[in-house]
């Protein structure tokens, strides 16, 4: 993470160096703003990794049970495929 004071920079050079690293604007050594870099997101990607709404169905869906491939496909009715010992 890169730190510059807003009196010493640009737009332009934070937005650049943002690509790279996360930039934290400074005025009188105090954070004032956060930049980061999208280069090469779509709308639809930078409006989901903002979305606190979207953070928290991720996290509820990571702490519920999971199944293993045997276990859902039994829980399904299917059948595995066979294997050849060949």
Do not use: H
Not at 12 to 31: F, I, M
């Amino acid at each position: 993470m890169k730190t510059v004071d807003i009196g010493q920079t640009n737009l332009d050079v934070c937005v650049n160096d943002a690509q790279s690293e996360r930039v934290v604007v400074t005025r009188g050594g105090a954070p004032v703003a956060l930049v980061i870099g999208v280069q090469g997101l779509d709308e639809e990607q930078i409006a989901l990794g903002t979305s606190e709404q979207f953070w928290r169905l991720i996290s509820e869906r990571r702490n519920e049970k999971t199944l293993s491939r045997d276990a859902l496909e039994a829980k399904l009715g299917l059948q595995p495929p066979s294997r050849d010992p060949a």
